[in-house]
């Protein structure tokens, strides 16, 4: 059963098969069809809700998601807002009513989605007032497409909401709401659920869950279901029996060491964003340009690795950091360096009955230089052409601890080790560069599809590694002010 609080009031859904998505559920068992299906894919943003889960102090918290590729299971303890439940009475949330006054709305089809987002960065902006930003802007409405209106009228709306008289929900006047979906959520059953369809599991710490993969080794894992609800929707695939992961404690902690930090493969990236804004600022930018918020909210740095696609944004800037699994199940733990992790083409190290615990980051060393650079045809929402990550030292004018790493230049992520022995120890020099070039160009056989040719990949990786020598000449000649490339579109 799903026990969970729609727009304030409580539903019990029973007999609801693992892979049905939240869309599935609002449409067609629960009757509110103001959530619409552009995609179904996570791409358009139209399906757009708010999920409302406690924090540390026992608030609810909400977020924006894409519900088409979010799993209803997920749902449970949680309270689900939809666009029917923002207004109170005939009185129209700021969200809406600034979207009316500003003719935001054409066809409509976006706009419960558009609204919806819209609502989250309210509830945001009501926690901690701040001035909206064209970055907390892009970030907040990003995943959000529009055929009709050309975004003015949009981008207009979300910049005069916050003078609109701030109209509650009917729901929020009720001061048991976050206690009692909190109480939901610890009374979560996590033994298998026998629905007729399948099992949705949900596990609570990590004895339980080698437990149930020592039980069901085939059982397929789900984390935020970004990558996986795909092959439900795309694909068609049946998915019924599932793992979820999202509520295991172990996988959802982040535990400093001198060394560095293990992320819990659970975490998500809207959680990891204060992380890597304070440690990695290079790998923090690349955030801005993964996928949209609504994805970022769900989606985990555990799904990505163990996703293991060739154009994933995180491992090439975890392969330059020399990161380091902690792998699981119900025969132990073990440690694996990442870099052995990706054996072929979406084929890992991972064994039928294991799972990722947790991912470790190095601290960065002192002297310790990362440069994360996304080709992709989009600035938002897009997957990579080539992702490159490089790491280094400067030490007496030379190349130390050369890290090249690339996704999309072959089946796996993978470091470009021939380039790499051309830098090391070698100054930053054209010779230097040129021979890492060509060693680039003969260790990699990257493919052609819709997002760009092997040739285009060659060519561009090869620049990237150009714009690397522009920068670090820049850097050693004080009296250059250039840009190598113009900031905003080339993060
Ligand atoms: C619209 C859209 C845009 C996207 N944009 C980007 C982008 O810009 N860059 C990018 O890299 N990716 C992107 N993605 C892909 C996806 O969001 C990421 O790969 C994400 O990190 C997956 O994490 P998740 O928690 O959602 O994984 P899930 O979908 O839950 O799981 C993915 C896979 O990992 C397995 N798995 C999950 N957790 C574990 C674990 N702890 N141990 C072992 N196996 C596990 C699952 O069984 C599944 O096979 C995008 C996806 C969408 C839909
Ligand atoms: S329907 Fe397009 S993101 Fe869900
Ligand atoms: S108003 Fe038509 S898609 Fe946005």
Redesign the pocket.
Known sequence: MIDFYLNGKRRQCTDVSPDTSVLELLRTQLGHTGTKEG?A???CGACTVAIGEPDDNGELRYHNA?AC?TPAHQLHGCHLVTVEGLSRGDALHPAQAAMVECHGSQCGFCTPGIVMSLFTLHEAQRRHPAPLTQESLEAALG?NLCRCTGYRPIRDAALSMGTYPDTHPTWADDPDLAINVAKLRESASTTPELAAQGHFTAPRDLATLRELKRQRPHA????????????ATQQLKVLDDLID??QVAE?NAIEETPQGWWIG??V??SRLEPLLEAHYPAFAHLMH????S???N????????????P?????PVLLALDARLS?DGPDGERELPLAEFFLDYKKTA?KDN????AIFLPRLADGQNLKVW?L?KRRE????AV?AAFAWRLEDGVMRDVHLAF?GMAAIPRRASRAEQALEGQPPSVAAFDAAKRALHDEFQPMTDVRGAAEYRQVTASNMLERLRLILVAASNKNSHAEVTLDAYAH
Do not use: H
């Open positions: 995609c894919s996570g791409d894409n590729i995943g397929r894992l789900v984390a935020g279901a970004t990558d996986l609800w795909l092959e992961v999202r996988l493969a659970a998500t990236y340009r993964f996928a949209s609504q994805i970022r769900r989606g985990t740095l555990g799904g990505n690795v163990a996703n293991a696609s154009i994933g944004d995180t491992p792998l991972l294991e799972f990722i615990r996304k992709s929402d897009d997957i990579s992702l996704g």
